[in-house]
């Protein structure tokens, strides 16, 4: 039986869902003829443990359902991928269902009948055309900091929608994703540029810094990026020459709204300031 605390979103949610088909879509029209000029690629984790533990994690839910609910009512389509495809691992802990738009989001995409929290049929993301997309958005969660670094399919795409002229945005430790990214003459995408992330100090404050494979911030600043850290847990969003960052789960909806103004802002341009 479905979680009846999901029941009073799903119809609407799911036929939005279903107009689109394949992967895990949400089209950023009310009509099923309408098709969205401007679209956004989502990208979670498929880890679904802290690394060789036990211990649980994936996606931070708040960073895929707030900045999903910012793009859609902007009339933004959206794409839902992870590193591996298909379901996708939710961090239980960030299960809030007093967030409207965590209800929203997981009575659209989540499997809750099987024992556990995932997202169903995220697409893999080395099947994606980036072409198609204006921005891509890396959500966070603990799980990021193992599938995301240095990983081909999301050096292809971040860096092949950069060069097209679209945006990357990153949030919490979704900007885990930027560590392996490239610049045209091969240096690290982020060196000399204004970023954020969860920070050293916030990992220590939720004890687990000892279980990451390196700390996020640390290893940004080693990449020559000019860090911008707020206090713990504080909203922070950094945009800096169409890549933004967000500090930790406050800032996931600061986050999508930069990305928001950077495509219309791009797509002003584009048709003459018209």
């Not at 406050?250 to 300031?273: K, N, P, Q, W």
Request: hydrophobic share 40%; proline share 6%.
């Amino acid at each position: 039986m479905q979680n009846p605390t999901l029941r009073p979103l799903a119809f609407a949610s799911l036929f939005s869902f279903s107009l689109v088909g394949a992967c895990n879509t949400t089209p950023g029209a009310t009509k099923a003829d309408s098709v969205p000029a401007h679209r956004v690629l989502i990208v979670v984790t498929s880890q679904s443990t802290l690394g060789p533990s036990d211990e649980v994690t994936g996606l931070y839910l708040s960073e895929a359902s707030h900045p999903w609910t910012t793009f859609t009512e902007a009339g933004l389509g959206v794409e839902i991928a992870s590193p591996s495809g298909g379901d996708a691992p939710i961090d239980p802990r960030s299960i809030d269902l007093r967030d409207a738009s965590n209800r929203a989001f997981l009575a659209a995409f989540a499997d809750t009948e099987s024992g556990g929290w995932r997202l169903r049929g995220t697409c893999r993301l080395d099947s994606i055309d980036p072409s198609r997309f204006d921005a891509v958005y890396f959500a966070g969660g603990h799980g990021t900091m193992w599938d995301f670094p240095n990983l081909e399919a999301v050096r292809g795409v971040a860096e092949a929608i950069r060069r097209q002229g679209g945006t990357i945005a990153a949030v919490c430790h979704g900007p885990a994703a930027l560590v392996g990214l490239r610049d045209g003459s091969g240096r690290p995408l982020v060196e000399g540029r204004r970023l954020t992330s969860f920070t050293d100090a916030e990992e220590e404050a939720v004890a687990l810094a000892d279980a990451m494979p390196f700390l996020l911030e640390s290893r940004l600043r080693d990449l020559g990026a000019t860090f911008e850290g707020a206090s713990n847990f504080a909203p922070n969003v950094v945009v800096d020459d169409r890549i933004v960052t967000g500090q930790n789960p406050a800032s996931a909806t600061g986050t999508a709204e930069a990305v928001v103004e950077l495509i219309f802002a791009a797509a002003h341009d584009r048709d003459g300031g018209a």
